[in-house]
């Protein structure tokens, strides 16, 4: 069982670079992103001011605009070069061989990682600024559908090992609403993990850990059953 000790976002630019990844970007919108993300992660999406990123970038404000051209373009670009690194470690996680206790084991300790870089508190930024901006909303909602329907297939997937293995589940707990189930708890914890509150953070690590059990048990199973065979 990984450690789930409180942690706090870092904006120190080793953790926005961890995020961000080897995208493949220019130095200077490489430097541009890294800046901008470091000032969501620190100062949220109302007091982002592009005239900071440009100082903290070391470059010149007017390159922004060049490269971006509005600040909304400038954060979904932040977001889409750190998002597409993390789904990517998200999928490869789910189709490498092992158990479901495993799997959620590790996406825990991603999770961890991602509060603790401040990746988290971006997202959460750009969807609490998408409520009253509607621009930046039709911007935002496709790329967290994107991370839902990664959770819908590794949901999919893990249904039909269980079923493989003799272990399925009744009607009503189909694959969709599973990754429902799995998805809103996840983001609801984000929000309330970033309140600060020690107290719901707790409450949140029980609710992870009774999963973490219920997968185990649910391995065990599997484990002991034969797999049937596939009707040709």
Known sequence: MPATRPVGPQTGTAASLRILGDADL???????????????????????????IAKDAGVNHALI??????????????????NRRLLERQTSMYREPGGFAEKWAQARRFY?????????????????ASLSNRSLR?????????????VLEAVREALAMSEAGGVKLPPP?????????????WLGMEFTDLLGSK??????RAGLDAVQSLLESLD?????????????
Do not use: M
């Open 65 to 82: 605009n060049y490269h971006f051209r509005t600040r909304d373009q400038l954060v979904i670009a932040v977001l889409d070069a750190a």
């Open 112 to 128: 961890e990682s991602d509060f603790a870089s401040g990746f988290v508190r971006v997202q959460a930024e750009l969807w609490a």
């Open 199 to 204: 107290e719901e953070r707790a409450r949140n």
């Open 138 to 150: 039709e911007q935002f909602l496709p790329r967290l559908l994107a991370w839902k329907k990664v």
């Open 173 to 185: 707990f189909t694959a969709e609403v599973i990754a429902r189930w799995v998805s809103e708890f």
């Open 220 to 232: 065990a199973r599997v484990a002991k059953r034969p797999a049937r065979r596939r009707k040709r």
């Open 26 to 52: 220019g130095a200077t919108k490489a430097k541009i992103l890294d800046a901008a993300f470091r000032r969501l992660a620190s100062d949220g999406y109302a007091a982002l001011s592009v005239r900071e």
